[in-house]
Protein backbone atom coordinates (compact mmCIF):
# COMPACT_ATOMS: atom_id res chain seq x y z
CA UNK A 1 0.00 0.00 0.00
CA UNK A 2 1.07 3.37 -0.61
CA UNK A 3 2.75 5.34 2.33
CA UNK A 4 4.21 8.55 2.95
CA UNK A 5 6.25 8.54 6.30
CA UNK A 6 7.32 11.81 7.23
CA UNK A 7 10.34 13.13 9.56
CA UNK A 8 9.51 14.25 13.33
CA UNK A 9 9.26 17.59 14.76
CA UNK A 10 10.88 19.89 15.17
CA UNK A 11 11.67 23.23 17.39
CA UNK A 12 13.72 26.25 15.78
CA UNK A 13 14.62 29.28 16.45
CA UNK A 14 13.36 32.79 14.31
CA UNK A 15 15.62 33.39 10.88
CA UNK A 16 16.70 29.60 11.09
CA UNK A 17 15.56 27.04 8.27
CA UNK A 18 14.18 23.66 8.47
CA UNK A 19 13.97 20.35 6.10
CA UNK A 20 11.39 18.25 6.01
CA UNK A 21 11.27 14.73 4.64
CA UNK A 22 8.88 12.36 3.02
CA UNK A 23 10.08 8.61 2.04
CA UNK A 24 7.68 7.05 -0.29
CA UNK A 25 6.98 3.81 -0.54
CA UNK A 26 4.49 1.47 -2.32
CA UNK A 27 4.29 2.96 -5.42
CA UNK A 28 6.67 4.23 -7.94
CA UNK A 29 7.99 7.28 -6.19
CA UNK A 30 8.80 8.97 -9.96
CA UNK A 31 5.57 8.41 -11.71
CA UNK A 32 3.67 11.01 -8.91
CA UNK A 33 3.81 14.91 -7.87
CA UNK A 34 4.43 15.26 -4.70
CA UNK A 35 2.83 18.33 -2.90
CA UNK A 36 3.51 20.26 0.04
CA UNK A 37 0.70 21.65 2.54
CA UNK A 38 0.70 23.24 5.95
CA UNK A 39 -1.76 23.89 8.60
CA UNK A 40 -1.41 26.25 11.48
CA UNK A 41 -3.21 25.38 14.57
CA UNK A 42 -7.44 25.68 14.29
CA UNK A 43 -6.66 27.06 10.74
CA UNK A 44 -7.04 25.60 6.97
CA UNK A 45 -4.78 23.68 4.59
CA UNK A 46 -2.95 25.95 2.92
CA UNK A 47 -1.00 24.44 -0.28
CA UNK A 48 2.77 25.67 -0.37
CA UNK A 49 4.25 23.85 -3.54
CA UNK A 50 4.84 21.00 -6.18
CA UNK A 51 7.36 18.78 -7.31
CA UNK A 52 8.23 16.15 -9.89
CA UNK A 53 10.10 13.78 -8.57
CA UNK A 54 11.47 12.57 -12.04
CA UNK A 55 12.13 16.34 -13.91
CA UNK A 56 12.64 17.85 -10.33
CA UNK A 57 10.99 20.61 -12.07
CA UNK A 58 8.89 22.69 -9.12
CA UNK A 59 6.30 24.93 -8.34
CA UNK A 60 5.97 27.24 -5.49
CA UNK A 61 2.78 29.55 -4.13
CA UNK A 62 3.48 33.29 -4.44
CA UNK A 63 3.59 33.70 -0.73
CA UNK A 64 6.29 31.01 -0.20
CA UNK A 65 8.49 32.20 -3.02
CA UNK A 66 12.52 32.60 -2.46
CA UNK A 67 12.17 30.91 1.07
CA UNK A 68 10.73 27.66 0.15
CA UNK A 69 12.83 24.80 -1.92
CA UNK A 70 11.79 21.49 -2.59
CA UNK A 71 14.01 18.69 -3.68
CA UNK A 72 14.25 14.77 -3.94
CA UNK A 73 16.77 11.71 -3.77
CA UNK A 74 14.98 9.31 -6.25
CA UNK A 75 17.58 6.75 -4.68
CA UNK A 76 15.54 6.70 -1.84
CA UNK A 77 12.33 7.72 -2.66
CA UNK A 78 12.34 10.13 -0.45
CA UNK A 79 11.26 14.14 -0.62
CA UNK A 80 12.26 16.96 0.89
CA UNK A 81 10.73 20.32 1.52
CA UNK A 82 12.86 23.46 3.19
CA UNK A 83 11.31 26.81 4.54
CA UNK A 84 14.12 29.58 5.36
CA UNK A 85 13.74 32.94 7.40
CA UNK A 86 11.30 31.03 10.27
CA UNK A 87 9.21 33.27 11.73
CA UNK A 88 6.37 32.46 14.30
CA UNK A 89 3.84 32.48 11.95
CA UNK A 90 5.38 29.31 10.06
CA UNK A 91 4.39 27.37 13.06
CA UNK A 92 2.24 24.56 11.76
CA UNK A 93 2.27 21.00 10.69
CA UNK A 94 3.83 20.24 7.32
CA UNK A 95 2.11 17.71 5.23
CA UNK A 96 3.23 16.02 2.25
CA UNK A 97 1.30 14.30 -0.49
CA UNK A 98 0.70 11.95 -3.39
CA UNK A 99 -0.56 13.89 -6.02
CA UNK A 100 -1.49 14.17 -9.98
CA UNK A 101 -2.01 16.53 -12.74
CA UNK A 102 -5.79 15.71 -11.61
CA UNK A 103 -5.50 16.12 -7.94
CA UNK A 104 -2.97 17.73 -5.77
CA UNK A 105 -3.07 14.74 -2.83
CA UNK A 106 -4.31 11.09 -3.39
CA UNK A 107 -2.59 10.30 -0.49
CA UNK A 108 -0.89 11.85 2.53
CA UNK A 109 1.80 11.53 5.03
CA UNK A 110 1.15 11.83 8.38
CA UNK A 111 2.42 15.45 9.10
CA UNK A 112 5.75 17.00 10.78
CA UNK A 113 4.98 20.05 12.87
CA UNK A 114 7.44 22.23 13.04
CA UNK A 115 7.12 24.92 15.57
CA UNK A 116 9.37 27.89 15.54
CA UNK A 117 9.88 29.82 19.11
CA UNK A 118 12.70 32.05 20.66
CA UNK B 1 -4.73 33.54 -5.96
CA UNK B 2 -6.93 34.02 -3.89
CA UNK B 3 -8.60 31.06 -1.37
CA UNK B 4 -12.18 29.73 -2.27
CA UNK B 5 -15.25 30.21 -0.31
CA UNK B 6 -16.56 27.81 2.00
CA UNK B 7 -18.93 28.03 5.00
CA UNK B 8 -17.59 28.27 8.14
CA UNK B 9 -20.06 25.56 9.81
CA UNK B 10 -22.83 23.58 8.52
CA UNK B 11 -24.38 20.69 10.74
CA UNK B 12 -27.41 18.37 10.35
CA UNK B 13 -28.96 15.14 11.76
CA UNK B 14 -27.92 11.58 11.51
CA UNK B 15 -29.88 10.11 8.36
CA UNK B 16 -30.48 13.85 7.03
CA UNK B 17 -28.69 15.14 3.48
CA UNK B 18 -25.71 18.63 3.85
CA UNK B 19 -24.45 19.81 1.05
CA UNK B 20 -20.85 22.10 1.68
CA UNK B 21 -20.54 24.85 -1.18
CA UNK B 22 -16.97 25.99 -2.82
CA UNK B 23 -16.87 29.38 -4.67
CA UNK B 24 -14.35 30.47 -6.83
CA UNK B 25 -13.89 32.31 -9.60
CA UNK B 26 -13.72 32.18 -13.42
CA UNK B 27 -10.31 31.55 -13.21
CA UNK B 28 -10.26 28.34 -11.04
CA UNK B 29 -13.76 26.46 -10.07
CA UNK B 30 -15.67 27.87 -13.51
CA UNK B 31 -12.71 26.33 -15.95
CA UNK B 32 -11.57 23.64 -14.77
CA UNK B 33 -13.01 20.31 -13.96
CA UNK B 34 -10.57 19.64 -11.25
CA UNK B 35 -12.25 19.95 -7.92
CA UNK B 36 -11.49 17.47 -5.16
CA UNK B 37 -12.88 17.24 -1.66
CA UNK B 38 -10.85 16.12 1.75
CA UNK B 39 -12.16 15.37 4.98
CA UNK B 40 -9.94 15.76 8.83
CA UNK B 41 -10.55 14.58 11.96
CA UNK B 42 -9.17 16.25 14.68
CA UNK B 43 -5.41 15.37 14.69
CA UNK B 44 -5.51 13.64 11.21
CA UNK B 45 -4.14 13.95 8.02
CA UNK B 46 -7.08 14.93 5.71
CA UNK B 47 -8.34 11.87 3.30
CA UNK B 48 -9.03 12.73 -0.56
CA UNK B 49 -12.88 11.81 -0.51
CA UNK B 50 -13.85 13.30 -4.20
CA UNK B 51 -12.09 14.53 -6.99
CA UNK B 52 -12.29 15.71 -10.51
CA UNK B 53 -15.40 17.13 -9.29
CA UNK B 54 -17.58 14.32 -8.51
CA UNK B 55 -15.28 10.96 -8.84
CA UNK B 56 -14.91 8.92 -6.23
CA UNK B 57 -11.77 7.36 -5.13
CA UNK B 58 -12.03 3.38 -4.23
CA UNK B 59 -13.41 2.58 -0.68
CA UNK B 60 -15.01 5.82 -0.39
CA UNK B 61 -18.84 5.68 0.20
CA UNK B 62 -21.35 6.40 -2.19
CA UNK B 63 -22.75 8.80 -0.08
CA UNK B 64 -20.47 11.25 -0.42
CA UNK B 65 -20.95 13.33 -3.80
CA UNK B 66 -19.36 16.23 -5.69
CA UNK B 67 -20.94 18.18 -8.26
CA UNK B 68 -20.60 22.01 -9.93
CA UNK B 69 -22.37 24.49 -11.25
CA UNK B 70 -20.53 27.35 -12.37
CA UNK B 71 -18.20 28.58 -10.61
CA UNK B 72 -19.34 27.26 -7.65
CA UNK B 73 -18.78 23.65 -6.11
CA UNK B 74 -20.39 21.06 -4.02
CA UNK B 75 -20.16 18.09 -1.85
CA UNK B 76 -23.22 16.75 -0.90
CA UNK B 77 -23.36 13.77 2.08
CA UNK B 78 -26.23 11.95 2.73
CA UNK B 79 -27.38 9.80 5.02
CA UNK B 80 -25.46 11.89 7.77
CA UNK B 81 -23.66 9.31 10.02
CA UNK B 82 -21.75 10.06 13.34
CA UNK B 83 -18.43 9.54 11.89
CA UNK B 84 -19.00 12.02 8.90
CA UNK B 85 -18.49 14.43 11.78
CA UNK B 86 -14.82 16.43 10.63
CA UNK B 87 -13.69 19.41 8.84
CA UNK B 88 -13.93 19.34 5.24
CA UNK B 89 -11.57 21.50 2.45
CA UNK B 90 -12.21 22.35 -1.50
CA UNK B 91 -9.54 22.31 -3.47
CA UNK B 92 -9.58 23.56 -6.95
CA UNK B 93 -6.52 23.76 -10.08
CA UNK B 94 -6.45 27.35 -10.44
CA UNK B 95 -4.57 27.56 -14.23
CA UNK B 96 -0.97 28.06 -13.71
CA UNK B 97 1.71 25.08 -13.96
CA UNK B 98 3.30 26.69 -11.56
CA UNK B 99 1.11 27.49 -8.81
CA UNK B 100 -1.61 25.31 -9.93
CA UNK B 101 -3.88 24.46 -6.43
CA UNK B 102 -5.73 26.45 -4.06
CA UNK B 103 -7.89 25.51 -1.18
CA UNK B 104 -10.90 26.17 0.34
CA UNK B 105 -11.07 27.55 3.95
CA UNK B 106 -12.86 24.56 5.23
CA UNK B 107 -16.11 24.04 6.88
CA UNK B 108 -16.76 22.13 10.09
CA UNK B 109 -19.18 19.84 9.64
CA UNK B 110 -21.42 18.86 12.87
CA UNK B 111 -23.54 16.25 13.34
CA UNK B 112 -26.63 16.92 16.11
Redesign the interface.
Given at each position: QVQLVQSGAEVKKPGASVKVSCKASGYTFTSYDINWVRQATGQGLEWMGWMNPNSGNTGYAQKFQGRVTMTRNTSISTAYMELSSLRSEDTAVYYCARGSVVVPAKDWGQGTLVTVSS | ?S?LTQPASVSGSPGQSITISCTGTSSDVGSYN?V?W?Q?HPGK????MI??VSKR?SGVSNRFSGSKSGNTASLTISGLQAEDEADY?C?SYAG???????????TKLTVL
Open positions: - | QALSYQAPKLYEPYCSSTSPWVFGGG
